[in-house]
T-cell receptor
């Protein structure tokens, strides 16, 4: 079993749709969580951190469920520019942390 | 503005040759990382460093080496390039949590 698992998709949605991605992690010692966005042939960039209380940034909402060991990303009112691959990232432990990247979920938003 | 750069951006080499990929960051971050990204695997950690003179092996370190002589640079060396090392290589740096990535180097080993 992979340490961080994501549905690879692709998710094909129309503009304006709401889409949600889940990511599961296997290590209960995981300390911090992130969603990164990666455009085709570009480097990954931080989209948002995921806090225990959940957090929202405009159209994007991230949530963490430690009991079930998953994190989620909700995108409301999808835009064409949201088309990208979304990477789930988990840091295990503190200090000498270990960062695990999921393989990513591809999203295509169509007009 | 602080940044992280990689060079070259594209490289074609032959099997058996030694190749060095450069990574330079001006964030003054202690932590630096090298990843490779291949279809179906996502980002896989090759080597990482928590500071000057510190280097550690990652998940896929065989055939690669790094050195950290200063804070800004973490060059990645392929001792004897193999076709299996054809990939896109990303360098990243961080201080606490978020990793900042360079633009990547696309390496082809023929």
């Amino acid at each position: 079993r992979k340490e961080v698992e994501q549905d690879p998709g692709p998710f094909n949605v129309p503009e304006g749709a709401t889409v949600a991605f889940n990511c599961t992690y296997s290590n209960s010692a995981s300390q911090s969580f992130f969603w990164y966005r990666q455009d085709c042939r570009k480097e990954p960039k931080l989209l948002m951190s995921v806090y225990s209380s959940g957090n929202e940034d405009g159209r994007f909402t991230a949530q963490l469920n430690r009991a079930s060991q998953y994190i989620s990303l909700l995108i409301r009112d999808s835009k064409l520019s949201d088309s990208a691959t979304y990477l789930c990232v988990v840091n295990v432990g503190t200090g000498g942390f270990k960062t695990i990247f999921g393989a990513g979920t591809r999203l295509f938003v169509k007009a | 503005d602080a940044e992280i750069t990689q060079s070259p951006r594209h490289k074609i080499t032959e099997t058996g040759r030694q190749v060095t990929l450069a990574c330079h960051q001006t964030w003054n971050h202690n932590n630096m990382f090298w990843y490779r990204q291949d279809l179906g695997h996502g980002l896989r950690l090759i080597h990482y460093s928590y500071g000057v003179q510190d280097t550690n092996k990652g998940e896929v370190s065989d055939g690669y080496s790094v050195s950290r002589s200063n804070t800004e640079d973490l060059p990645l060396t392929l001792e004897s390039a193999a076709s299996s090392q054809t990939s896109v290589y990303f360098c990243a740096s961080s201080e606490d949590g978020e990793q900042f990535f360079g633009p990547g180097t696309r390496l082809t080993v023929l």
